[in-house]
């Protein structure tokens, strides 16, 4: 009898019911979209945040004690401090490896900048940079975009061209190949690796343009490179060149050494834990060194490169791991707000379903308690109805979740987005608790019907 009852509302209130199923669809749709977002979105915003530079600094000891203790920055008398050019590859065999999405190396000289030597001059048909006396320049030697051998067999391509492609230019990224000539300016051409990219203020004082030829001069040596680019970052690096790294180790007299090393990685946001490590690793417990260990904070990366790069001390930029942190801590605190507005508006909905629904069985519901029903199987009945349906419009919401999800990932971040199982028991317990939630006004009702008034109409 019971369940006779059950269908025979499914077929008598098939418009409401279905409106009921709508509604939770929709709000269990936007849920499991929300939720499959959120807990994917951590690799994704992260992803994105990588495209606008490195999130790790890496120096040298000696170099990383002096700025921290008197803020002494690079050639203020650090520069006889240098890492190993053949120990960057390593870097990418750390428990973390799989997060270090790129990095290059910086070897930073000071030199001066003057007008080329005449043979070069007369392949491109440039003057110097227009008779202006040699002036002071800080240049610096990077990776462009470098193929790299891993320790692990592996190959990785990296570079500024990778890390900086935020920067505007006019012109194209350098070339990482090989030097041309002896090195000394008077023989080389300006192709291969004897091109060079000139921050905007530089090649404002200098007027230099894309497609010139400058000569860099330093106490031991000279080289002169064509402009393959003029770049505007927005920041102190307008104010510097940018050479290949080869030929900056070639100007120096530093072969195979770096001064610092730029990592972009991706990372946890910082909790208690991390930021205890951060300060003393030795400090923790074994479980809590694990845990730390074993979960992509910055501070844990940090401590993996040290272990494996000889002689350096990593150090996190903190104003961009921060930013990491806060902007995916507030990402997913909106995703989970719209979850439980989305949520709220369903039970609102099917409150006022539910309850119109009710109202219009009140001479129904009053004959069976007249008959003898009490309230808890009355109330167990209208509860079955409406888990029935919400169940069924659960199923559909989750499934049309998916493909929002889909959506969403396609659309802000270019990518698919993973589905988590997690969602689905989350979703099933959020769907009852709204459909449930939803019902309570109804029952109030449903326990207020007193037989007698109901059969007689009022």
Same mark, same amino acid.
Not at 247 to 259: C, D, F, M, R, Y
């Given at each position: 009898?019971?369940?006779?009852?059950?269908?025979?509302?499914?077929?008598?209130?098939?418009?409401?019911?279905?409106?009921?199923?709508?509604?939770?669809?929709?709000?269990?749709?936007?849920?499991?979209?929300?939720?499959?977002v959120m807990?994917?979105?951590?690799?994704?915003?992260?992803?994105?945040?990588k495209?606008?530079?490195?999130?790790?600094?890496?120096?040298?000891?000696?170099?990383?004690?002096?700025?921290?203790?008197?803020?002494m920055?690079?050639?203020e008398?650090?520069?006889?401090?240098?890492l190993?050019e053949e120990?960057?590859g390593k870097?990418?065999?750390?428990?973390?490896?799989?997060?270090?999405?790129d990095?290059?190396p910086?070897?930073?000289?000071?030199?001066?900048?003057?007008?080329?030597?005449?043979?070069?001059?007369?392949?491109?048909g440039?003057t110097?940079?227009n008779?202006m006396?040699?002036?002071e320049?800080?240049v610096?030697?990077?990776w462009?975009?470098?193929h790299?051998?891993?320790?692990t067999?592996?190959?990785?391509?990296?570079?500024?061209?990778?890390?900086?492609?935020?920067?505007?230019?006019?012109g194209?990224w350098?070339?990482?190949?090989?030097?041309?000539?002896?090195?000394?300016?008077d023989?080389?051409?300006?192709?291969?690796?004897?091109?060079?990219?000139?921050g905007?203020?530089v090649?404002?004082?200098?007027?230099?343009?894309?497609?010139?030829t400058i000569?860099v001069?330093?106490?031991?040596?000279?080289?002169?490179f064509?402009?393959?680019?003029?770049?505007?970052?927005?920041?102190?690096?307008?104010?510097?060149?940018?050479?290949p790294?080869?030929?900056?180790?070639?100007?120096?007299?530093?072969?195979?050494l770096?001064?610092?090393?730029?990592?972009?990685?991706?990372?946890?946001?910082?909790?208690?834990?991390?930021r205890?490590a951060?300060?003393?690793?030795?400090?923790?417990?074994?479980?809590?060194?694990?845990?730390?260990?074993?979960?992509?904070?910055?501070?844990a990366?940090?401590?993996?490169?040290?272990?494996?790069?000889?002689?350096?001390?990593?150090k996190?930029?903190?104003?961009?791991?921060a930013?990491?942190?806060?902007?995916?801590?507030k990402?997913? /605190?909106?995703?989970?707000? %719209?979850?439980?507005?989305?949520?709220? +508006? =369903? #039970?609102?909905? *099917?409150?006022n $379903? @539910?309850?119109?629904?009710?109202?219009?069985?009140?001479?129904?519901?009053?004959?069976?308690?007249?008959?003898?029903?009490?309230?808890?199987?009355v109330?167990?009945?209208?509860?079955?109805?409406?888990l029935?349906?919400?169940v069924?419009?659960?199923?559909?919401?989750?499934?049309?979740? /998916?493909?929002?999800?889909? %959506?969403?990932?396609?659309?802000?971040? +270019? =990518? #698919?987005?993973? *589905?988590?199982? $997690? @969602?689905?028991?989350?979703?099933?317990?959020?769907?009852?608790l709204v459909?449930?939630?939803?019902?309570?006004?109804?029952?109030?009702?449903?326990?207020?019907?007193?037989p007698?008034e109901?059969?007689?109409?009022?």
């Amino acid at each position: 009898m019971f369940w006779r009852m059950v269908r025979g509302t499914f077929f008598r209130q098939k418009g409401k019911m279905l409106m009921i199923a709508f509604t939770i669809a929709l709000g269990s749709s936007l849920a499991t979209a929300m939720l499959n977002v959120m807990f994917d979105v951590g690799d994704k915003v992260n992803q994105e945040l990588k495209t606008y530079g490195a999130n790790i600094n890496v120096l040298p000891q000696g170099a990383s004690l002096l700025d921290s203790l008197y803020g002494m920055a690079e050639g203020e008398g650090v520069s006889d401090k240098y890492l190993l050019e053949e120990d960057l590859g390593k870097i990418k065999t750390i428990f973390w490896a799989f997060n270090i999405v790129d990095f290059t190396p910086y070897l930073s000289l000071n030199a001066r900048l003057g007008s080329p030597s005449e043979g070069v001059n007369g392949i491109n048909g440039t003057t110097g940079i227009n008779g202006m006396n040699s002036m002071e320049v800080k240049v610096c030697g990077a990776w462009f975009s470098h193929h790299l051998e891993l320790p692990t067999g592996e190959a990785l391509d990296t570079g500024m061209s990778r890390m900086k492609n935020w920067w505007e230019l006019s012109g194209v990224w350098p070339a990482d190949g090989p030097m041309d000539g002896d090195g000394s300016g008077d023989t080389g051409r300006n192709t291969g690796g004897n091109s060079a990219m000139v921050g905007s203020a530089v090649a404002r004082r200098a007027s230099v343009s894309t497609g010139d030829t400058i000569r860099v001069e330093t106490s031991g040596a000279a080289m002169d490179f064509r402009v393959a680019s003029v770049f505007n970052a927005g920041g102190a690096e307008d104010e510097q060149i940018y050479i290949p790294l080869p030929a900056a180790q070639t100007l120096a007299g530093k072969p195979g050494l770096v001064s610092r090393v730029e990592v972009s990685a991706l990372t946890t946001p910082d909790n208690e834990l991390s930021r205890r490590a951060a300060q003393d690793p030795k400090g923790l417990s074994q479980a809590e060194w694990e845990t730390w260990y074993c979960t992509a904070y910055v501070s844990a990366i940090c401590y993996q490169i040290d272990e494996v790069v000889s002689g350096a001390v990593s150090k996190p930029i903190r104003q961009v791991a921060a930013s990491e942190g806060a902007i995916l801590e507030k990402t997913q /605190l909106l995703m989970l707000l %719209i979850t439980i507005l989305s949520l709220a +508006g =369903s #039970a609102l909905g *099917i409150s006022n $379903l @539910v309850t119109a629904g009710v109202m219009e069985r009140a001479a129904e519901i009053g004959l069976l308690k007249a008959l003898g029903a009490h309230n808890l199987p009355v109330s167990l009945l209208v509860l079955t109805e409406i888990l029935i349906t919400g169940v069924l419009g659960g199923c559909i919401g989750y499934f049309a979740g /998916l493909g929002f999800a889909q %959506i969403i990932g396609h659309t802000v971040f +270019g =990518s #698919a987005i993973t *589905i988590k199982p $997690l @969602v689905i028991p989350l979703v099933t317990v959020l769907v009852l608790l709204v459909t449930l939630a939803g019902s309570i006004p109804s029952i109030r009702f449903l326990l207020s019907l007193r037989p007698a008034e109901v059969l007689h109409g009022r």
